[in-house]
């Protein structure tokens, strides 16, 4: 087997960018978190709109959006087995 370096460089990239995600996705959740749990009731008032609104909203409206994701997503699989298993 022959070392590929863009391989691991591919490889190297992934990892940075989902660490990088992963890191300020908790960033952001623990800020949202720490700006929700206050006493005053200010706070309690923004919770409860903020729970109203979340529960307002119906999976209906995004149907097309989550199908489009699932279609690419199946798309992107499809092309990468046929890249793996399909000699030309």
């Given at each position: 087997?022959?070392?590929?370096?863009?391989?691991?460089?591919?490889?190297?990239l992934v990892i940075?960018?989902?660490?990088?995600?992963?890191?300020?996705?908790?960033?952001?959740?623990m800020l949202w978190?720490?700006?929700?749990?206050?006493?005053?009731?200010?706070?309690?008032?923004?919770?409860?709109?903020?729970?109203?609104?979340?529960?307002?909203?119906?999976?209906?409206?995004?149907?097309?959006?989550?199908?489009?994701?699932?279609?690419?997503?199946?798309?992107?699989?499809?092309?990468?087995?046929?890249?793996?298993?399909?000699?030309?």
């Amino acid at each position: 087997m022959q070392f590929d370096l863009f391989f691991l460089w591919r490889r190297i990239l992934v990892i940075a960018c989902t660490l990088y995600a992963v890191i300020r996705l908790a960033q952001s959740a623990m800020l949202w978190y720490g700006r929700l749990t206050g006493p005053s009731r200010y706070t309690s008032m923004a919770r409860q709109y903020l729970l109203v609104q979340l529960l307002r909203i119906s999976p209906r409206r995004f149907i097309w959006e989550i199908m489009d994701i699932a279609l690419l997503a199946a798309l992107a699989g499809t092309l990468i087995w046929l890249h793996r298993h399909v000699s030309a």
